[in-house]
């Protein structure tokens, strides 16, 4: 059970973040059929900070000692790198579908189309190779696991059911996904921001005759959209695929699409 439970957590928690993300921008007016796209881009900008970060003299020493505190520091700033890049990359579907008035479905799958060649190129530029992961080729995903010892328990302590499955052997990043899938959530359907952001996309007629900024909106909910997306796809390498960037995400943009409708 212990088992079932934590790599259903490690499959659904990518889907559930870049389905969030798939309502922020549904709901401000804009049809993001381009999170496959970005979570491919966000995968391999956290790949690749982390890949840079291991040769750091700041950070060379804590791979060695595989220091939990900073490793799992790293792992924060690579969910924010990734979820940074997502949200820019994510300016061209805004720009295409706001500014230029463009069909939305086209410019989601010109992104689809675009964001795995690119990733592919940059890998094949920076590591003459097909697939981006630890520069020595180790297990990383593992290194970034919260384990018994890390927090001075013995390997031989018996945890109990909860402890074995939310603890031992699981990744922060799942955590942190959670509690902004909630925070989020909140922000959304609770708050002015959301009210006028669910405007937007039902009747933004109605939003702009009371001088709310239409643009400006949905500009703001296919940002954040392109941030989550571009942190699940962080979130899919480090968990699911050994934090490795291969331009490719098993179709999960495509499955958090069906979790959205």
């Known amino acids: 059970m212990t088992f079932l439970i934590q790599q259903t957590l490690l499959y659904a928690v990518p889907l559930m973040i870049v389905a969030l993300a798939g309502v922020f921008a549904e709901r401000s007016g804009i049809i993001n059929l381009a999170l496959e796209g970005i979570m491919i881009f966000g995968a ?15 950070f060379h020493d804590a791979y060695a ?3 939990w505190l900073v490793l799992q520091g790293l792992e924060l700033l690579a969910m924010l790198a990734a ?12 720009f295409a579908s706001v500014n230029l008035k463009a069909d939305q479905t086209i410019g989601g799958t010109a992104l689809n189309l675009m ?3 690119l990733v592919l190129f940059l890998i094949r530029i920076i590591a003459n190779q097909n697939t981006l992961g630890m520069a020595d080729g180790s297990d990383a995903a593992s290194w970034f696991m919260i384990k018994k010892s890390t927090f001075g328990i013995d390997r031989k302590t018996d945890l109990g059911f909860l402890g074995e499955t939310f603890i031992n052997k699981v990744y922060l990043a799942t955590y942190v996904c959670i509690l902004l899938f909630i925070v989020l959530s909140v922000l959304l359907y609770k708050t002015r921001f959301g009210l006028r952001l669910r405007s937007c996309g039902e009747n933004p007629q109605a939003a702009d005759s009371l001088g709310i900024n239409v643009y400006k909106m949905r500009y703001a909910g296919t940002t954040i959209s392109g941030a989550l997306a571009g942190m699940g796809g962080f979130v899919y390498a480090l968990t699911t695929a050994n934090c490795a960037s291969t331009g490719d995400v098993a179709g999960f943009g ?3 699409l069906a979790v959205m409708i």
Request: net charge positive; no cysteine.
């Open 254 to 256: 495509f499955l958090a």
């Open 44 to 58: 391999f900008v956290g790949v690749l900070f982390v890949n840079l970060m291991q040769g750091a003299a700041l």
């Open 83 to 94: 979820a940074v890049m997502g949200a820019v990359f994510s300016l061209l579907l805004s």
């Open 65 to 67: 000692a595989k220091n």
């Open 115 to 117: 964001a795995p060649a």
